[in-house]
């Protein structure tokens, strides 16, 4: 079930000859893969497969995985762009002001009026950071997620006080 599983990567391409797949990292580190076995491996349609992990190595900040069965370039392009996902369970503890990116989807934006400003539709990771991609009551538009425009994320009442600059609803 999908709740059940938290993504913590994505196979991006196959990495020589010989199966493994280079794989970016949605967690901290790339290293957190050389302490897992079995994880999921799910489709953009999630279709869903079981994997073992044999092996891992990490190469330009990315995870060189080696998963069981999958042995040659062209099996690895069968799950390219498919996620690494591991049981809830099993994800590392957070700390405070820590959030795992799928929970802040479906967060309400409010400002500092009270006034509802959208919903979080999807998170980007982008070079300079986090983007909250918002439905808002104008349109879509993109929010940085940082500590001076979302100044307090509430996961029990679902929501993110923000205090947006001027016009960023317009871009």
Known sequence: MPGDRIAIGIIR???GVRGEASVEAWSD???RFTDLRDVSLVSPDDQTRDASIESVRIHAGRALVKFAGIDSPEDVRSVQNWTVEIPASEARALEADEYF???LIGLTLIDAEG???GKVAQVEETGGGLLLVVD???GRYDVPFAAEICTKVDLDARTIAVNLP???EDL
């Open 13 to 15: 391409k196959a990495h």
């Open 29 to 31: 580190s790339p290293e």
């Open 101 to 103: 990116l799928h929970d």
């Open 115 to 117: 006034v509802e400003r």
């Open 136 to 138: 808002g009551p104008r």
């Open 166 to 168: 001027e016009g960023i």
